[in-house]
């Protein structure tokens, strides 16, 4: 089995419709994807309906946590998205984005950066709008060669020149949060040192010890020293070790698959959630 546990749509920041992204799964060769859009689960309708046959598709979000003044994001995975205390945090954090995104734009503006809200909004379409919606335009204006080179000290990295914070869960909340709605939480992409500062392995020991089921241990952020070390934490912590893509559509150089995540593994998260199942794809005739 080829898995593939955290992938974004134009439910958020990526560029293939829910749609889109299961039909691109399926031709990448998974058998299983997780749709972990930001802060929403707006896009799993669109998914399930459109899975192709033999593909299944693992509900999820990626939540928007900050732990000591350090943003990170926990993946949440087969949790109830009608359980309300779960469902208002996510809308508190969404209903922030576009005041920060707008704050965003002023910033850079007053840098001299030729982006404007309504192209900004224009991008993000119906998606909850973030930092990639920027970085595009961004791009579009000719400032930066990529949307990866936005996410610099000098723009929009976290503490960058024209970085405003956003509406944020302490992670130990969005860990009760997450098992409060049957849902198996991860930890995306811990060590991402060029993404901006990262928490200590002494707060992830302590998220282990309040609940958190896993580690996102292959990622595209991480070197291969750096991939070793968070497995063998993960060993030494008792927790979980995934591996994901973290697709983007165009708006990232990550393909689908490439990085994946153990079949047992897989199993274990599937065995511990109580607030969904994963939905499967048509019976191949």
Not at 136 to 151: C, I, K, N, R, Y
Not at 266 to 274: D, G, H, K, L, M
Request: net charge negative.
């Amino acid at each position: 089995m080829r898995i593939d546990l955290h992938t974004h749509s134009t439910a958020s920041d990526g560029t293939d419709t829910p749609a889109e992204l299961v039909r691109g799964a399926a031709s990448a060769g998974l058998d299983v994807v997780a749709l972990t859009d930001h802060d929403t689960v707006s896009g799993h309708d669109a998914a399930a309906r459109a899975l192709p046959p033999g593909l299944t598709l693992v509900t999820g979000a990626e939540l928007s946590c900050r732990l000591d003044g350090v943003s990170l994001h926990m993946l949440a995975y087969l949790f109830d998205p009608a359980e309300p205390e779960l469902a208002r945090e996510r809308e508190l954090v969404r209903d922030d984005r576009v005041p920060r995104a707008r704050t965003m734009v002023s910033n850079l503006r007053e840098l001299g950066v030729p982006v404007t809200w309504e192209r900004v909004a224009e991008i993000a379409g119906d998606g909850a709008v973030g930092r990639p919606h920027i970085a595009t335009a961004m791009v579009e204006a000719g400032v930066v060669g990529s949307v990866s080179d936005a996410f610099t000290a000098e723009w929009i990295a976290n503490d960058g020149r024209a970085y405003a914070e956003k509406h944020e869960l302490d992670p130990f909340d969005a860990l009760r949060l997450i098992k409060g709605a049957g849902g198996v939480a991860v930890f995306a992409h811990p060590l991402a040192a060029k993404r901006g500062q990262c928490v200590p392995e002494s707060a992830i020991a302590d998220l282990a010890a309040a609940g958190l089921d896993g580690i996102e241990a292959d990622h595209m952020d991480h070197e291969p020293a750096t991939r070793a070390r968070l497995h063998a934490l993960a060993a030494d912590l008792g927790l979980l070790a995934t591996g994901s893509s973290d697709y983007h559509g165009s708006r990232k150089s990550c393909r689908l698959g490439e990085h994946t995540t153990d079949p047992g593994v897989y199993e274990e998260i599937v065995a511990r959630a109580s607030g969904a199942a994963p939905l499967r794809g048509p019976v191949r005739g």
